[in-house]
Nanobody, 123 residues
Framework: VQLQAYGGGLVQARGSLRLSCATSGRPFSRYTVGWFRQAPGLEREFVAA????????YYADSAKGRFTISRDNAKNTVYLQMNTLKPEDTAVYYC?????????????????WGQGTLVTVSS
């Protein structure tokens, strides 16, 4: 599975962005897809994940109530809608995929990674 994240950019605090993750290769619909992020000087951290059919989602506490993950298997794309952004959301965001259940929050549990997209939230 090849993954490519895009949609990042510069946004003011309390603003919104929608990230997209385009996929190709093996049947996308079989995989759980997640988003991680990594801020400068910090470890990569889990943000959200969605099950193969979109029926189950899982969020980090920092994302609950503000971010929504969804997928459109017909378009081989996963989305991360981010609302009420904060400066601490500034990071490179990566999409990733695994052949397993949603709920995995460690980067080592994911098998495929795309290049990230930078999100910068100004105060």
């Amino acid at each position: 599975v090849q993954l490519q994240a895009y949609g990042g950019g510069l946004v003011q605090a309390r603003g919104s962005l929608r990230l997209s993750c385009a996929t190709s290769g093996r049947p996308f619909s079989r995989y759980t897809v997640g988003w991680f992020r990594q801020a400068p000087g910090l470890e990569r951290e889990f943000v959200a994940a969605v099950s193969w059919n979109g029926g189950l989602t899982y969020y980090a506490d920092s994302a609950k109530g503000r971010f929504t993950i969804s997928r459109d298997n017909a378009k081989n794309t996963v989305y991360l809608q981010m609302n009420t952004l904060k400066p601490e959301d500034t990071a490179v965001y990566y999409c990733t995929a695994r052949y397993g259940a949603v709920g995995a929050t460690e980067s080592a549990q994911y098998d495929y990674w795309g290049q990230g997209t930078l999100v910068t939230v100004s105060s």
